[in-house]
């Protein structure tokens, strides 16, 4: 039933000094479906593929309003992130009725990695079962974009991946991780986010408006002004991410037709005598 004997809590460390429990809960993030987040220069932006439990069933949500100018995607068991989402909210709501203004992100990841790694040091509780990306703005640092681990780690990153599959959606941000900083398209940074996602799914699954979520968050230029003006986290669900599925498939359809020509093209390679070889030829039909 159990791995050994030092898997029984979270506060007991094997000899090889790991945490077993730890290590478990990570294992759940694995298991969830998998979320991208992206920094750019202005926006930060959060996609997931949802999924659902049978056909009878809705898709559940993995991207989630924490405030105006901060969200999250999440991995992992969403019962535990509902309840780090709570605490989030709470933190926030809290700073803005003392101090009126929104919270500063550090602050924000710095007290949500202490609750989680308080968890393991308390016998009788367990490490929290969920992986989050969490993408917000301040107005001192523009877009920012942190990974939350079981562990209570937290890391800022410019564009990540996690959940199941997640490693080939790393892989085709790391091909493109100098792109993302003085990316100041919101369209562009939604796009390169999908098309990571992409790159995860297995063969027989497309992304279409039904299992696909994606979350925004930035600073635009206002035209009246010239000043910066903030555009709140929001959540866009449905029909709302069509134009850029559509995008997407177009992209797709051109680089398949684009192949489809240079096979198709004939290698024509010219004799001494000035003839050419390799033309195509007729066919009756």
Same mark, same amino acid.
């Given at each position: 039933?159990?791995?050994?004997?030092?898997?029984?809590?979270?506060?007991?460390?094997?000899?090889?000094?790991?945490?077993?429990?730890?290590?478990?809960?990570?294992?759940?993030?694995?298991?969830?479906?998998?979320?991208?987040?992206?920094?750019?220069?202005?926006?930060?932006?959060?996609?997931?593929?949802?999924?659902?439990?049978?056909?009878?069933?809705?898709?559940?949500?993995?991207?989630?309003?924490?405030?105006?100018?901060?969200?999250? @995607?999440?991995?992992?068991?969403?019962?535990?992130?509902?309840?780090?989402?709570?605490?989030?909210?709470?933190?926030?709501?809290?700073?803005?009725?003392?101090?009126?203004?929104?919270?500063?992100?550090?602050?924000?990841?710095?007290?949500?990695?202490?609750? @989680?790694?308080?968890?393991?040091?308390?016998? %009788?509780?367990?490490?929290? %079962?969920?992986?989050?990306?969490?993408?917000?703005?301040?107005?001192?640092?523009?877009?920012?974009?942190?990974?939350?681990?079981?562990?209570?780690?937290?890391?800022?990153?410019?564009?990540?991946?996690?959940?199941?599959?997640?490693?080939?959606?790393?892989?085709?941000?790391?091909?493109?991780?100098?792109?993302?900083?003085?990316?100041?398209?919101?369209?562009?940074?939604?796009?390169?986010?999908?098309?990571?996602?992409?790159?995860?799914?297995?063969?027989?699954?497309?992304?279409?408006?039904?299992?696909?979520?994606?979350?925004?968050?930035?600073?635009?230029?206002?035209?009246?002004?010239?000043?910066?003006?903030?555009?709140?986290?929001?959540?866009?669900?449905?029909?709302?991410?069509?134009?850029?599925?559509?995008?997407? %498939?177009?992209?797709?359809?051109?680089?398949?037709?684009?192949?489809?020509?240079?096979?198709?093209?004939? @290698?024509?390679?010219?004799?001494?005598?000035?003839?050419?070889?390799?033309?195509?030829?007729?066919?009756?039909?």
């Amino acid at each position: 039933m159990f791995r050994n004997n030092y898997d029984n809590d979270s506060v007991t460390f094997s000899p090889q000094g790991r945490i077993f429990q730890v290590e478990y809960a990570a294992e759940a993030v694995k298991q969830g479906s998998v979320v991208v987040g992206i920094a750019g220069k202005s926006h930060a932006v959060l996609v997931a593929v949802k999924r659902n439990a049978e056909e009878l069933s809705s898709y559940q949500k993995k991207l989630f309003p924490v405030d105006e100018h901060v969200g999250i @995607a999440i991995a992992g068991l969403t019962s535990d992130a509902r309840v780090l989402s709570n605490f989030m909210k709470q933190q926030c709501l809290g700073h803005r009725l003392t101090y009126g203004r929104d919270m500063p992100l550090r602050s924000l990841i710095g007290l949500l990695g202490e609750k @989680a790694q308080s968890n393991t040091q308390s016998y %009788g509780k367990r490490p929290y %079962g969920v992986g989050l990306l969490i993408a917000g703005v301040d107005d001192r640092g523009g877009a920012h974009l942190y990974e939350f681990q079981p562990s209570g780690l937290t890391e800022e990153m410019v564009a990540f991946a996690i959940g199941a599959r997640s490693q080939m959606a790393r892989t085709y941000l790391e091909r493109h991780i100098d792109e993302f900083p003085s990316c100041a398209d919101r369209d562009e940074l939604v796009r390169h986010g999908l098309r990571a996602l992409r790159e995860s799914l297995v063969q027989d699954r497309e992304l279409t408006v039904d299992n696909t979520s994606v979350a925004v968050v930035g600073f635009a230029v206002d035209p009246a002004s010239g000043k910066r003006k903030r555009e709140p986290f929001r959540v866009y669900d449905g029909q709302e991410v069509s134009e850029w599925l559509d995008s997407l %498939g177009e992209e797709k359809e051109a680089g398949a037709g684009d192949e489809a020509a240079s096979g198709a093209a004939p @290698a024509e390679t010219t004799t001494a005598a000035g003839a050419t070889t390799g033309e195509t030829m007729d066919v009756d039909e």
